[in-house]
């Protein structure tokens, strides 16, 4: 007998008491009673019926299915066991001392509930989630103390999140009731605050068309829209302000430019013509041009014809705009002024310097090249007040070393000191020499990338074209500085002038049908001089001009020289010519029965040629073809 207390193995009664209808399943608590001597002497026992235990424990988790977990499918259940893994307790009343807890147990393949076991066999407490019976389950065990029993209580994890799910239903419809209440606050207040802002902007598509003055809405209290507001109305009154600036500012530039067109207008008609004004002078070959960075600029060229001199001048005023062009009107008054009576280029910018000395010109000077040609000898008389030295071309040369600038002193530009003492230059010019003037706005001419045109590139051109007339020079030069500027914005004016010395037996010019008139008085200049008048003279020029016309119209030439000479009684006009191959002395007989539009092109005018010249040669010499003309001026009316 143990000296302690103790709780016996379940087991059947023995013996059945009236209306049981099987034995009923006991356990004895036993309590040993002592002695005096504290010896054990008896035992006091108690039997319990494990089915009343059972029914207890029932309704006590009935009442917590009731109260927890309403509306589960699983409920919480607790049983118990021995050590030998005999159930003692369970809800299914049929495992009760038949079903066996460890076998169960082994059965399984889960190896979780093999540990939980291990850890109940050893007395010990804990707690681990399971699958009992295909439901997921928590469960809680502990060793019953002085029973020898092992107690469990399986509770569904259904049931321990019933209430977490019940309360995150409550939560998700008080959020979404709160979202839904949120939308329509949001929503009236922003339909609020965004109304004022929608008729701001009707009221801005009224200032967009103009109407400045439009009425904008009333807004009540100090908030940002109300900012907005006051804004808005600043901006009305200051673009009402600014659009009557505007207007004003608009008219006044407009004005401004039709006063400067008409500026413009003005100072290119003080300018003499392009080409030279006295086509009867044959010795001169001249062509200008002028093109100004604005409106009006202050570059000048001029000249002028007096006593068989030219008197010309290319001049660059300090400064750009109005002041400039005012400058370069003056200039020309006194280069005009000056040229009627003086003789010397020295004397002409002296008296300039000095004249433009006594002025007040708020510091403004002007660099000039002025130059008399004699065109019965040659000979250049000039004077460079601080300008770009001009070129000199000699005709038809190629080489580049027959091209170069005129050697210039080192004056000062007009207007810079007062007592300047200028110093002139001479030299002489060659037949069909040409002079080449220019401003430094055509080699300072810059692309977008800052590259200059430059000297050299001016010296190159005028090298490989000496043979070109005067105006074909100077507009090959345009072309080649518009090509090299591109998109650039011209930043300085550009003025050229090119000149050649053509002695008054011969003449040079371009191979076009509008250069054609000069030849009538060139032919009368050298016929008169050869003593040919009347009949015969009209002869020989028309005999000229159907040559001429001829190289122009299928020799696909450039440039025509014509060269006089009088030899032996008879006046010699050579025509050279840089075109096609063409011999007009070869015999080209012409049927005059057959109609002229069937008649091959040239065939009448060289017959005309040979009937009304007394001679016609030609060779073809260095590319170029040269015709020589005879007329006998031995004889005449």
Known sequence: MKDQKSWTMPYYESQMFAGDQKPRLLITFAVPIHNREGRP???????????????????????????????????????????NGIYVSHPDKQRMMNGNYMEEVKETPDTLDDHILVNMMNNENGSATVNIDGVPSWIYYQNIKHRGWIGAIVVPEEVIFQNGHRLNTIILLLMLFGLVALYFICRHQIRKTTKPLHRFALSADEVAQGNFSSPLPDVKGNDE????????????????AYVDELKDTTATKASLERELKIANAIQMAMLPKAIPSFPEHTGIDLYASLTPARDVGGDLYDYFLRDNRLFFCIGDVSGKGMPAALMMAVMRAMFRGETRRADRAVAIVDTMNRNLSEEYTAGYFVTMFVGILDLNSGSLDYCNAGHEAPLLCEKGKMN??????????????????????????????????LLFLYTDGLNEAMNTIGEQFGRKHVQQLASEHTSETAQQLVELMETEVHRHVGDAEQSDDITMLAIRWLPSDSMSMRASMDDIARLEPFIAHVAEQAGIEGREAKRLRLAVEEAVANVINHGQATVITLQAAMKEGQLVLTIDDDGQPFDPTIDSPTDLSVPADQR??????????????????????????????????????
Not at 612 to 635: A, C
Request: include cysteine; proline fraction near 5%.
């Open 41 to 83: 002497v008896a035992l006091l026992c108690a039997d319990m019926s494990l089915e009343e235990m059972q029914h207890d424990i029932m309704t006590e988790m009935e009442a917590v299915h009731q109260k927890f977990e309403e509306g589960c499918s699983h409920h919480s259940y607790s049983f118990s066991f021995d050590y």
């Open 225 to 240: 829209v109300h900012l907005l507001h006051d804004a808005f109305a600043n901006m009305q009154t200051s673009l009402s």
């Open 400 to 433: 580049s070393e027959k091209v170069s600038f005129l050697p210039i002193k080192s004056n000062l530009p007009v207007g810079a000191l007062p007592d300047w003492n200028y110093e002139g230059q001479q030299t002489q010019l060659q037949p069909g020499d």
């Open 600 to 637: 091959p092109p040239g065939g009448l005018g060289i017959m005309l040629i040979h009937e009304m010249t007394d001679g016609l040669e030609y060779q073809r010499k260095q590319g170029h073809n040269i015709l020589t003309i005879k007329k006998n001026y031995e004889h005449h009316d």
